[in-house]
Every structure is written in C-alpha cells, then in structure tokens.
C-alpha cells in the first residue's frame, strides 16, 4: 500500500500512561500528525504524578481517566475499552510513535479479513532497526533461553529462532501466533465474542493471553508490515538482576498463564475436590506418624525415668496400622475429606480432637482383644494429643496456603454461560462481586446462537467449547425449558469434574439474603437465617 490512507469505519485510541509524560506527549503528537486526527483518544492514566494528566489535559480529543494508583495494565486497558463504543479500538502504550497511514493500513488490513479479530503493526526500534513484535507461543524451552544467560550465551539456537520468527522476513500480511501489546487493533465483535484483557495479569502475559483466546474462539491475529510505527521499547523484565520487582512480575504472570491454560493444570482443578481430600489424607498420614515418633523419641530420652525397657519401634507397627486406620476413618465420618470444612481454628481443633479420641479408644480396644501388651503407654497417651496437634497444623497450613493460592487467582473457576440474556447478565454481575477471585467468566453465549442449532450436534460443540477453554463450571440459563434437552446431552458429554448448573427465571428475584445450592440435583435458593439471641 502506498499513498494517503483513510480510515472510514469508527475508531477510538486507548493510551495507558505511566512514569513517562515524554513518550505519552510524543505519541499525542503522533496522532495529531496522523490521518486520525479529530479521532477520541482515551489516556488512562496509572501514574501517580501530575506530568501525565497535564499532557493529556493539553491535547485535544482527549478524555482523561485517573487512577489513584498503578491498578495494572490489563485492568487500565479494559477501562479504556469500556470508554469507548467504536467499531475499533486502538490501543497503543505511550511509547508508541505512529507514522503517517500506519493506523489506516491497520484498519484496511481489518476490512479485508473479516476473520481477523487483533491487528498489530511492524514496529521499528528508535534506530529503524526491526523489532520483533510477533511471535510463537511460549514454550518451556523458550522461557528458559529468554529469561537466562542461555539466551545471551545461544543467541542464536533454534529455540529462539523460532520463538521470535527470525527465519522469517516480517514483510508479508500472516496470521502469527500473537503480538506484543504495544500496539493491538481489536474489532469490537471480537472484543464482545472473546472479551476484555485478563485482569489477574498485572503485566506481562495479558497481550499473549488475549490473542490465545482470540484463536481459541476462531479469530486471527493478524501483522500488519505495512503499517510501520516506531517503539521506544525498554524490556524492564531484562533489566537488572534475577530477583528484581519485574523479573519475579514476569514470573508470576508466566505462572499464571501456564495455570490457565496447562491442560495438566486443568484436570488437576477439574478433579481439585478428590486431590485436596488426598492432600488432606496425606497430610494427616505424616501428623500421625510424626507424632509417634516424636512421642517415641521421648519416651527413649527419659528412659532413666522408667523402669521397663523401651521395645523397638518395629514392634509398635500393629499400633500403627490401626490408630492411621481409625483415625482416617473417624475423620471421614465428620466430614473432613468432603463438603465444607470447619471454618476456623476452634471448631476443626474440636472436630479433630474427636477424632482423634475415638481412634485411641479403637485401638485401646483393639489391644485389649488381641492381648498385646508391648506398647509404652506413655508413647500411645504422648502420640494422641501430638496427633491431634499436628493435623490441626498441617490444614490450617494448607488451608491458608490454599487462601494465597485463590488471593493471586491461581485457584479461580472458569465459567461459561449459555442461555437467556437477562439471566445470564444477572448472574454474571454476581460473580464480579465474589471475593477472591473466585470466578473467571470465559464467555456467555445466547441461546439462539449459532452453536446452538438444533441440528443435534449443539451438545458435542458445547462440550468441545468447554475443554478447549479449560471451562470448569458450565451454567444453562434456561427461562422456557428451552435448553433441557441439550443439558442432559452435555451432562453425558462433559465427563467428570466439569460442574453443570441450570438456572431459572428466579433468578431475577434472587435477593442478597439468599444462596444458591443444590437439592438432589436440582438447583434451589435456600434463605440465610441470621440467629438471634433468645429473649
């Protein structure tokens, strides 16, 4: 393309401003110079000083959005796209400077493939030397040549060379696997169909995860080599040492991503129920054995204290087999391998220790009956409060652990919605206002969809859909009985530890005071009753 370009379809520019008013004045110069000129600019503003707000203030087209204080990139992203209701929304970081016609060769490319959900432009370095701004997915191999010295010491091994297409010239119109967020075109059909940024990635990973889901539900991504725009790029990630703030940031974004989309990660959320029991049983194993030995090892301490001798360990294993067994077992019977676990310090100190007590009276009992007297009272009487002790520790440890976990997202559910519209929107206003993270929604789709055609594969769609989005909970929002069918479909389909919910229209009178639950399968409201003191 050459020449003068205009862009007909509507168009908004969304500027996330940082520490750096001379690159965001630079970039508003750009646009001013461009064939966009007269466009909105929306400029949200995540710095803390008044620099920023002042350069953007001083331009004209521009609406300003301040944040108090850095809420991360993907969540300033997603307040300028909410900002805007163009056909097309540019976002571009403020060290971005846009050249004449770059922006309408982004929208021309667009036009023409109306399969292309993101566009990104050929961005030069300051020196106009190509930089490599599309790239393959990640792999494990490639994170580690690019966070390590072996990317310095193998500056050119095939893993890199792959990972950033340096074997390919970057001068034709492709579909890559996705491009860094400097500079992102995202046509707003795609924005409604995939959705805004992820905001559980404060920085780093949120432009790799956009443009997976963008091939995930169909769309490409295309690089645009004609549209040239000059990046004052500085990677703070490659910056400095290894433990420095945006390494371990990068690091965590890389975490969080791979607990996204890992398909081993995935099915260990889809059966996470049955591993936490299994988790919880081996902790109590090591709390239980652990406490025979530390009772043990007193007991061989004060052996001056007693006059019978100490017998081996080996010949406490009968002991042994019995109080794991019983203990495990009485722990099963309270409840505390399933359902809601106790809340609180006190009341699972209460339900443990209970525990605990009837497993020493089985196996009182049970030496009693087998006439075995080889056992140290003082071991067996030492090892039941340690017991006790160490299981209550070893889940309030996993518990709290657990608690991290869900604060940084890593345990959050994703869910998809199908069905009526109202419905659908209600309860996904709900799940925004669950604390911790506990719910990621993946997409919504209405019923009259056309993944939803009765033409009796709707269920097999529905289920491939869930485990290529790594869905965890599948929600049917049915007003008229509409969707029975294709729920007892899915339910054979989806296989276990993938939750189905059916909603109705009662939905829409669901009040504060009143949770939702489950009744023999069917789903049902059931009231929160708040005691009050007698009298």
Wanted: proline content about 5%; some cysteine.
């Amino acid at each position: 393309m050459s020449g003068e370009v205009r862009v007909t379809p509507s168009l908004a520019i969304v500027i996330v401003s940082y520490e750096t008013p001379e690159h965001l004045a630079t970039a508003l110069r750009s646009l001013a110079r461009s064939e966009v000129q007269g466009r909105p600019v929306v400029v949200v503003d995540n710095s803390k000083s008044e620099a920023c707000a002042e350069v953007a203030r001083a331009a004209p087209q521009v609406t300003l959005i301040r944040n108090p204080k850095n809420v991360g990139y993907a969540r300033a992203v997603n307040q300028g796209l909410r900002a805007t209701g163009t056909d097309f929304v540019l976002v571009l970081n403020p060290d971005i400077e846009v050249e004449p016609g770059a922006i309408g060769r982004l929208v021309a490319a667009m036009g023409d493939r109306p399969s292309a959900g993101l566009a990104g432009a050929k961005l030069l370095n300051p020196d106009r030397t190509l930089q490599y701004s599309c790239r393959r997915f990640y792999t494990a191999a490639a994170i580690l040549f690019r966070r390590t010295l072996l990317g310095r010491i193998f500056p050119r091994a095939r893993t890199l060379r792959e990972h950033l297409m340096l074997d390919w010239d970057h001068q034709s119109l492709r579909d890559v696997d996705w491009l860094i967020g400097a500079c992102l075109l995202v046509r707003r059909r795609a924005l409604e169909d995939v959705g805004p940024m992820d905001e559980r990635f404060f920085l780093y990973f949120e432009d790799v995860d956009w443009c997976a889901r963008m091939h995930h539900r169909g769309w490409e991504v295309l690089y645009v080599p004609d549209a040239v725009m000059i990046h004052h790029h500085r990677r703070e990630s490659a910056q400095g040492g290894l433990l420095t703030p945006s390494r371990r940031m990068h690091l965590a974004s890389v975490f969080r991503f791979y607990e996204k989309w890992s398909l081993f990660l995935y099915l260990m959320k889809r059966y996470r129920d049955r591993l936490q029991a299994w988790a919880l049983a081996v902790s109590d194993l090591t709390a239980l054995n652990g406490a025979f030995l530390l009772a043990f090892e007193a007991r061989r301490l004060l052996a001056d204290h007693f006059q019978k001798p100490l017998f081996p360990v080996a010949d406490y294993w009968q002991f042994l087999l019995v109080f794991n067994l019983a203990t495990l077992v009485a722990l099963r019977r309270f409840g505390l391998y399933s359902g809601t676990p106790p809340a609180g310090f006190r009341p699972l100190a209460i339900q443990v220790g209970k525990s605990v007590l009837i497993s020493a009276l089985v196996v009182l009992v049970s030496t009693f009956l087998l006439y075995i007297r080889a056992y140290s009272r003082f071991v067996i009487l030492l090892t039941v409060p340690l017991a006790a002790a160490g299981i209550v520790a070893g889940r309030m440890l996993l518990a709290r652990l657990t608690a991290r976990l869900a604060a940084q997202g890593f345990t959050t559910r994703r869910v998809l919605l199908i069905g009526d519209r109202a419905l659908v929107d209600r309860l996904t206003a709900r799940l925004d206002t669950v604390r911790g993270r506990r719910y990621e929604v993946v997409g919504t789709i209405p019923a009259g969809a056309p993944l939803l055609a009765a033409d009796g594969f709707a269920a097999r769609r529905v289920s491939e859909l869930c485990h290529r989005e790594r869905v965890h909970e599948l929600v049917l929002a049915d007003r008229r009985g509409e969707l029975a069918e294709l729920a007892a479909e899915v339910r054979s389909l989806l296989g276990g530890g993938i939750a189905l919910r059916l909603l109705g229209p009662w939905i829409e009178a669901w009040p504060e005071g009143v949770a939702l639950s489950e009744m023999a399968g069917a789903p049902v409201l059931t009231p929160k009753v708040r005691h009050r003191p007698p009298g």
